[in-house]
């Protein structure tokens, strides 16, 4: 790993843009997480109070979800079970982790944001999508810092990421000095999976061209436009998916009780998993399924999990009583095949496409697990005169970081240092310096220390 030194009054060491899979991460030329657009028709949101997202928290929450020095031994990250390519699920129906595999089948995080619900897991045990990013951390199967048996305490973790040079520079970046805290793990983390949204679907396209969301969309084939109906309508005149499943967040109603699945990964019985992911990208772009789906992975198409609803069947104590009928048995819909075929293609209408290959949302490390930084621009330094004496000396970096205003006779030593100066929330660097004898000036950034 290294940290690019360039100096502004240089071309960056690293001459070639940052793209995905390059390796090189330009902290000068931060993407946009914080303000993109969403449509006026979703309205829900579970972030809390002081932890919304900023460019500079994602960018580090974007590092640390593809690292896998973040599992005991190097070999496991968060995207070794949400893949960017499988709308951040997993095609598995349990997930490798270092000692073993995932209870559960790794839910989708697309649109994690947008939903009221704001507890997470599939059982709800965490009580935000903050406690929830480092759970897995913690797990004896999944990362292994569980702090249990041979597995190292959590803080031993932190203490690894305080001596990584490039986490001293993105935690700097990120929250103004070097400290790495669980809380902080977590904050970023979460402002990442926030983050990432899909709202380029056929159904946003045609939602956009209609008043409300119950006419027919202009952009849809009559079997489409039919099996939305279904989706939205009640029993017994439909299939009444939109009570638990709320367009056009597709996330779930946090009322809602178990659906019905009631088996555990490897045998067993389970009635606590009451929520699930919002229902967009259940199919990816090409047609591929993001993973099979239910908590237990138990159905392997849309069409299982049409059928499952369509016919519930086996009752529990803990079955959502939209899922039961009048006489307290489970529900059989009695939908027609013609009625399951249009529902299915509804269903594939919510399906995005840019999510699937935004860079923003893709691994920064080269296939050697390896990751450069730049933290200066491959642009020259700028002086303005601000009056006889004095000039203005500006340097667009890396937002929220330290850089040394420094001086020189010779070009050769840099010894003097005018100011320390921070660069502001747009990455600009300025200080005042004299004229009076000659002096060259260039800004310069070292790695702070843990």
């Known amino acids: 790993m290294k940290v690019s030194l360039a100096l502004c009054t240089l071309l960056s060491s ?3 843009a940052a793209t995905a899979g390059s390796g090189i991460l330009d902290l000068t030329t931060q993407a946009n997480y914080a303000q993109q657009g969403k449509p006026a028709y979703i309205t829900r949101d579970n972030t809390t109070d002081g932890k919304a997202i900023t460019d500079r928290g994602a960018t580090l929450g974007r590092v640390l979800f593809y690292d896998k020095r973040l599992s005991k031994d190097d070999s496991i990250s968060c995207s070794s079970c949400h893949q960017q390519a499988h709308a951040f699920s997993d095609t598995s129906i349990a997930s490798t982790g270092v000692n073993g595999t995932t209870g559960r089948h790794s839910m989708r995080l697309i649109n994690s944001r ?8 599939w059982d709800e045990r ?3 999508l903050e406690n929830q990013t480092t759970q897995p951390i913690r797990d004896h199967a999944e990362m292994g810092f569980s702090g249990t048996g041979d597995d190292p305490a959590f803080s031993v973790l932190l203490t690894k ?19 790495i805290t669980e809380s902080r793990l977590q904050l970023a983390l979460a ?6 949204q899909s709202f380029d679907s056929r159904f946003d396209v045609g939602r956009a061209q209609v008043a409300n969301g119950n006419a027919p969309f202009p952009n849809f084939t009559t079997q489409e436009n039919a099996g939305k109906q279904i989706f939205l309508t009640p029993p017994p005149n439909g299939a009444g998916c939109a009570g638990c499943h709320r367009p056009g967040e597709f996330d779930i109603d946090p009322a809602s009780r178990n659906n019905g699945v009631t088996t555990k990964i490897g045998g067993g019985t389970d009635l606590t998993n009451v929520r699930s992911p919002s229902l967009r990208d259940l199919i990816g772009p090409g047609g591929q399924s993001n993973g099979p789906f239910m908590h237990d992975g138990s159905l392997a198409t849309l069409e299982a999990v049409i059928n499952h609803y369509n016919a519930i069947p086996a009752d529990n104590d803990q079955l959502d009583a939209r899922l039961q009928r009048p006489n307290g048995q489970p529900q059989n819909l009695g939908l027609t095949q013609d009625e399951k075929d249009s529902l299915l293609a509804f269903l594939l209408t919510l399906t995005g496409s840019a999510v699937y290959t935004d860079e923003r949302w893709s691994d920064p490390f080269d296939e050697a697990g390896q990751l450069s930084l730049i933290v200066f ?4 330094i700028k002086i303005e005169k601000s009056g006889a004496a004095m000039a203005k000396v500006s340097c667009q970096a890396t937002p929220g970081l330290q850089y040394k205003l420094q001086a020189s006779t010779d070009l050769v030593n840099w010894d003097t240092t005018i100011a320390t100066v921070t660069a502001d929330a747009n990455g600009l660097c ?5 004229l009076t004898g000659s002096w060259f000036y260039r800004y310069a950034y070292e790695v702070p220390s843990p």
């Open 126 to 128: 965490a009580t935000t």
């Open 14 to 16: 690293l001459p070639f």
């Open 377 to 380: 621009p491959a642009t020259a």
């Open 191 to 196: 402002q990442f999976i926030r983050s990432i």
């Open 430 to 434: 300025q200080h005042q310096v004299s």
């Open 161 to 179: 990421l305080a001596a990584i040079e490039e986490y001293q520079v993105l935690f700097a970046m990120a929250f103004g000095d070097t400290a």
């Open 114 to 121: 947008f939903s009221q619900e704001p507890k997470f897991f």
